[in-house]
């Protein structure tokens, strides 16, 4: 079974400052998406990464994936209060399991004014 | 304009009842699933549906079974609530072979 370490598990900082937040897998995998979800709210889905490499942005948000396929990062700068939230990398397995998605632990990010 | 919705939002209920949460999507997706999510935040597929048969089935307890009535819905029914029963469950729905899912606001389930 391919496992997803997300980290960190909770970071708590001020408006106005930059994190990261890591995911890495026990194996190659074929695509990585990650999820923003609220409270009370279902996941929803920020970006896919697919290609080792690969940048993409949104706004402030900038997902990384390794060079490898192993790994992604997400980079926020100059977080927001709007920016609190559970964060979670999730693998894309394709092939005969498609839609099987497996997630990470998360990553509970708040955000203080 | 809700895309995917789920009813009720919270469930309370004592050990031993059988409850069901019911979902349904106006997305025109073809692919259906069910999610639990632990107290620890943690998500993990439980069931898909993919035009009504059965495609994913993780090693879930028998006291859970899925019905989809027609591509547009999914329930979940659960026999003889346990207190580890206690969670979110989501449902959320894709188009087949398509990477993005959407998910529902979510069922909060408490068994007592």
């Known amino acids: 079974t391919q496992l997803l370490e997300q980290s960190p598990q909770f970071l708590s900082i001020q408006e106005g400052e930059n994190l990261t937040v890591y995911c890495n897998s026990s194996s190659v995998f074929s695509s990585l998406q990650w999820y923003r979800q609220e409270p009370g709210e279902g996941p929803v889905l920020l970006v896919t990464?697919?290609?080792?490499?690969e940048v993409k942005k949104l706004k402030r948000l900038t997902f990384q994936f390794g060079d490898a396929r192993k790994d992604s990062s997400l980079h926020i700068t100059a977080a927001q209060p709007g920016d609190t939230g559970l964060y979670l990398c999730?693998?894309?397995?394709?092939?005969?399991?498609?839609?099987?998605?497996?997630f990470g632990q998360g990553t509970i990010l708040t955000v203080h004014p | 304009d809700t895309a995917v919705s789920q009813t009720p939002k919270y469930l309370v209920t004592q050990m031993g009842n059988d409850k069901s949460i019911k979902c349904e999507q106006n997305?025109?997706?073809?692919?259906m699933y069910w999610y639990k999510q632990d107290s620890k935040k943690f998500l993990k597929i439980m069931f898909s549906y993919n035009n009504k048969e059965l495609i994913i089935n993780e090693t879930v307890p028998n006291r859970f079974s899925p019905k989809s009535p027609d591509k547009a819905h999914l329930n979940l029914h659960i026999n003889s609530l346990e207190l580890g029963d206690s969670a979110v469950y989501f449902c959320a729905s894709s188009q087949f072979r398509r990477d993005e899912q959407f998910f529902g606001p979510g069922t909060r389930l408490t068994v007592l």
């Open positions: 999730a693998l894309h397995p394709g092939g005969t399991s498609y839609g099987k998605l497996t």
């Open positions: 990464v697919v290609t080792g490499g």
């Open positions: 997305l025109g997706h073809d692919t």
